[in-house]
């Protein structure tokens, strides 16, 4: 019986991908690479929510949060997982300002490969990104708090917030981290700005 060799080879080519994904640029500041890190960690409590809620059916909410403006061919359980793992690769974006593929477009982009990445390509984004997080995530909890949507309207009777049982505890500890998400990518990618800015203005 042949040995298969090709499971051992797809863990390492995983980890090797792991690691070229994660590996820091030189001159990174510790608590940048920490801050970085921590960004898709922010993400992840609310993505599990909704998935466990949505589409595993775990009675973490009433159950009466509806479709919304899906349209009718989409299954809600699809969007979830759609949205869920869309806004993790989101937030992984942030580990690139403090990782190698962040300076520089990795091999197996076409037409682009090799090439530096443009300071401004990689931190206005950024910045613009972190200003509407931290807008969107402290209005939304400011209005939560009071009882209230964005829009001002009161909360939906399916909102778990709206129980204050423990499924509201659990709500606003899955949800609580992406307070964070913004201010930690605004920093991290002020300190990309400044790593960058200062290794072009160095002398050679």
């Known amino acids: 019986m042949i040995p298969r060799t090709d499971a051992p080879a797809a863990k390492g080519r995983l980890r090797a991908a792991w690691r070229a ?70 937030a992984f974006a942030a580990v690139g300002l403090v990782a190698t593929w962040g300076e520089v477009v990795p091999r197996w982009v076409p037409v682009a490969r090799g090439r530096r990445v443009p300071v401004a390509a990689a931190v206005l984004p950024a910045l613009l990104g972190a200003v509407a997080l931290t807008a969107m995530w402290t209005s939304a909890a400011v209005a939560m708090s009071a009882g209230e949507t964005i829009q ?30 913004g201010p930690l990518l605004g920093a991290v990618a002020i300190a990309y700005w400044r790593r960058r800015a200062g290794a072009v203005a160095a002398p050679a």
Do not use: K, M, N
Request: net charge negative; no cysteine.
């Open 152 to 181: 001002g309207d009161p909360l939906p009777a399916g909102v778990p917030f709206v129980a204050h049982d423990w499924r509201a505890a659990v709500f606003a500890v899955a949800y609580a981290p992406l307070l964070l998400w």
């Open 21 to 90: 994904a994660h590996a820091p640029v030189a001159g990174v500041p510790r608590w940048a690479l920490i801050a970085a890190y921590a960004i898709p960690f922010t993400v992840l409590p609310s993505a599990l929510w909704r998935i466990a809620d949505v589409v595993l059916h775990v009675p973490l909410g009433e159950g009466s949060q509806g479709r919304g403006d899906l349209p009718s061919w989409l299954p809600i359980e699809v969007y979830v997982i759609l949205l869920s793992v869309a806004s993790e690769l989101l």
